[in-house]
């Protein structure tokens, strides 16, 4: 079964503390492995699609790697505008989405 | 920019109601999700769609129906709510073929059931 586990489940920094999110994964023929923000009350906006390992993606203060079992999400010089909920989810190849449980982060002016 | 909206952003209705949540999305895309989002559970798949008038069920379809009459069109129908289906709700879309299809998600439409 295709499992999807993010870590921490949340995360305090101060602004301009670098960090990254995991997200690590279990599945059978990786089709995809997508990066979302979520803001409160709002539904998902997607940031990155990464489909092989070594793989790189990046946009503004946000990079995200790909390896055969995981993914990280760098946050560099983060900003209180950062703030969010982070979420991760893979697609096998002919299967659904599949979530992870989201990393809430704050981060602090 | 892929455009994906929701009918409404908050509903409140009586346990018993029978409940509409539409959904359209202006990209042309074949395929549509309904999702619940609770606290603790993540998102939860109820139903999709891979064409009109197609309709496969998720990993939690009960007490959910949905209804996809035109392309861009999948509405959810709560055919008599419980107070335990309150809950986000959001609607997702993808296009078909290329490398992966990144789902695009509408705005989410919160629902309290009394």
Redesign the interface.
């Known amino acids: 079964e295709d499992q999807v586990t993010q870590s921490p489940e949340a995360l305090r920094l101060q602004e301009g503390e670098s960090s990254s999110l995991n997200c690590s994964y279990t599945v059978s023929g990786l089709?995809?492995l997508?990066w979302?923000r979520q803001d409160p009350?709002?539904?998902?906006?997607?940031l990155f699609?990464l489909?092989s390992a070594g793989e790189e993606k990046e946009k503004e203060r946000l990079k995200a790697t790909l390896t055969k079992k995981e993914s990280f999400l760098h946050i560099t010089a983060p900003k209180p505008e950062d703030s969010a909920t982070y979420?991760c989810?893979v697609?096998a190849y002919g299967q659904?989405?599949v979530?992870?449980?989201?990393t809430r982060l704050s981060v602090l002016p | 920019d892929v455009k994906?909206t929701q009918s409404s952003r908050y509903l409140v209705k009586r346990t018993g109601e029978k409940v509409f949540l539409e959904c359209v999305q202006d990209m042309d895309h074949e395929n549509m999700?309904w999702y619940r989002q609770d606290p603790?559970l993540?998102?939860r798949?109820i139903y999709?769609s891979y064409d009109v008038k197609m309709k496969e069920k998720?990993d939690i379809p009960e007490g959910y129906s949905v209804s996809r009459e035109k392309k861009e069109r999948f509405s959810l129908i709560l055919e008599s709510a419980s107070t335990n289906q309150t809950s986000?709700y959001?609607c997702a879309s993808t296009g078909v073929g290329g490398?992966?299809?990144?789902?695009?998600?509408?705005?989410?439409t919160?629902l309290l059931v009394l």
């Open positions: 089709r995809g997508f979302y009350g709002k539904g998902p906006e997607f699609t489909y979420l989810a697609q659904n989405f979530f992870g449980p989201g | 994906v999700f603790g993540g998102l798949l999709f998720g986000m959001l490398r992966g299809e990144t789902q695009y998600f509408g705005p989410g919160r």
